[in-house]
């Protein structure tokens, strides 16, 4: 009888963990995977390895490739411009992937674990791009009258359930407010991000957006742990109400059944 109930309880947990968002059915908040070993990292002693920049000669002894000349003049260098995206402030509007329709725009206030959703025209978040150069790359994009100042970039917070975007693997993220990460680079545990005051504490990156200056169309670009970059999605999920980048979508709606979860795609809308 004892390992009945104990089967039981067991089964009771893991059905508690398959939830997407950072709330178990008994409304604890669960730690997203790689959060322990990040503690024991933090742990541990740092010391800083002192650097210094190499010159000329020096690079040539080595086989390095030169340091580029410095300019004496302050004359800008002429780059095509967005003109359509004006002065890169507007609305981020939400469409459904498989058939275009307009589901809202990404809202100004958050869901109820801090983190985006989208809402009505009139409540839509303010967003500002970090560039509108047409050549730009990868960016970040900051929320003008957004509900977290101390984290002000529309980012991405790594999902409950994994955030290494592999094929077969079940990795994801919410959108939220973060701090600042480097372009190209893995999630940071120290950038900071709105979620975090839920008591949930999972790597984030800032810095993942790309827009088309001629459809507006904005794409994310995830990184992994590792450093690789795989295909990356932009998904709805229903039942827990939030925006996030993803992987395998796939993976996601099969472990997570019940979500009634959709790919979505960004556009940049800017101000008249």
């Known amino acids: 009888m004892k390992s009945f109930f104990f089967a039981l309880a067991l089964f009771a947990s893991c059905v508690a963990a398959l939830q997407s968002g950072i709330y178990q059915e008994n409304g604890k908040v669960v730690q997203p995977p790689g959060y322990v070993e990040e503690v024991g990292r933090r742990a541990e002693p740092f010391t800083p390895t002192p650097t210094e920049r190499i010159t000329n000669g020096e690079r040539l002894r080595r086989g390095l490739k030169l340091?580029?000349?410095?300019?004496?003049?302050?004359?800008?260098?002429?780059?095509?411009?967005?003109?359509?995206?004006?002065?890169?402030?507007?609305?981020?509007?939400?469409?459904?992937?498989?058939?275009?329709?307009?589901?809202?725009?990404?809202?100004?206030?958050?869901?109820g674990q801090n983190s985006y959703t989208y809402g009505t025209l009139a409540n839509g978040l303010t967003v500002q791009l970090a560039s509108t150069d047409s050549a730009a790359g990868v960016m970040e994009i900051?929320?003008?009258?957004?509900?977290?100042?101390?984290?002000?970039?529309?980012?991405?917070?790594?999902?409950?359930?994994?955030?290494?975007?592999?094929?077969g693997q079940l990795g994801y993220t919410y959108l939220s407010g973060t701090g600042h990460t480097p372009a190209n680079s893995p999630p940071s545990f120290s950038a900071g991000h709105s979620i975090q005051s839920l008591g949930y504490n999972a790597p984030a990156e800032s810095t993942v957006w790309s827009v088309n200056c001629l459809t507006g169309a904005v794409t994310g670009q995830w990184t992994n742990t590792d450093g690789s970059q795989p295909a990356t999605s932009i998904f709805y999920d229903t039942n827990v109400d939030f925006l996030g980048l993803i992987g395998d979508f796939n993976k996601f709606i099969q472990t997570f059944p019940n979500e009634n979860a959709y790919l979505v795609t960004l556009h940049f809308i800017p101000n008249i």
């Open 67 to 111: 340091l580029p000349p410095t300019r004496r003049s302050g004359a800008l260098v002429p780059r095509a411009s967005c003109i359509p995206l004006s002065t890169g402030q507007g609305k981020i509007q939400v469409r459904r992937a498989s058939d275009g329709v307009i589901m809202g725009y990404i809202r100004n206030t958050f869901d």
């Open 142 to 167: 900051r929320a003008v009258d957004g509900p977290d100042s101390a984290h002000p970039f529309v980012g991405a917070v790594g999902g409950s359930g994994g955030y290494n975007f592999n094929p």
